[in-house]
Structure formats: C-alpha cells, structure tokens
Nanobody
Framework: QVQLVESGGGLVQAGGSLRLSCAASGFTFSRYGMGWFRQAPGKEREFVASISSSGSYSDYADSVKGRLTISRDNAKKTVYLQMTSLKPDDTAVYYC?????????????????WGQGTQVTVAS
C-alpha cells in the first residue's frame, strides 16, 4: 500500500533552518509529482511547494519563495523540503502528498495520498 512518512520537523528559532524528508513506498515514486502542504492551528491546509515526477519543474507558494526549496531523489524514493530563514508564521504541521500524475500542482484536490505530518515550530 502507498505510504508517505515525513520526518525532520522540530523546534527552531526564527531565522533558522530545517530540512524535512518524506520517504515513499508502495508505488513507483518516479512516476508521480509530489507536494508539501502545511496546516496551522485554526487554519485550512495550504499549498507550500510541489515538484514534477522528474524533478525538472517545481512551484512554490508566494509566502515561501526564496526561503524554501523542494527537491527529490528518485533513487531513494524521497522528497525533501529545505527550509531556511524560518519565520514564526511558518509554524504548522507539514504534510507531504502524492499527486495523481506526473505533473506538479498546487491544488489539494489533485493529491490522493498524504503522510501523517511533521510538526514545525518556529520560535520568535
């Protein structure tokens, strides 16, 4: 069965960095776009970043452009989110998700499988 397992979250000071990882199993990883989303308390889940199946194309929410970078290693079946210059507003549970096809997309309805999430807390 499809499994997505996030790791790498934690508590960091504002301005700090974290790298999230999402290990995938149960499907042919290189055939699917992947995305990262986040959900803060009391807010809806929102798009953060996405990457195409080959890794050639990526997209970011305006709020994270220039600070967060999505990447993937198809040999390791893992997608990453490198987070730098973190702000308290980045505090949320971060989820990775598998898209329905090869393309990257910001639309939550285009993702069919989700991980359990990893907490990122940025202290001011």
């Amino acid at each position: 069965q499809v499994q997505l397992v996030e790791s790498g979250g934690g508590l960091v000071q504002a301005g700090g960095s974290l790298r999230l990882s999402c290990a995938a199993s149960g499907f042919t990883f290189s055939r699917y776009g992947m995305g990262w989303f986040r959900q803060a308390p009391g807010k809806e889940r929102e798009f953060v970043a996405s990457i195409s199946s080959s890794g050639s194309y990526s997209d970011y929410a305006d709020s994270v452009k220039g600070r967060l970078t999505i990447s993937r290693d198809n040999a390791k079946k893992t997608v990453y989110l490198q987070m730098t210059s973190l702000k308290p507003d980045d505090t949320a549970v971060y989820y990775c998700a598998r898209a329905t096809g090869v393309a990257h997309t910001s639309l939550v309805e285009q993702y069919t499988y989700w991980g359990q999430g990893t907490q990122v807390t940025v202290a001011s």
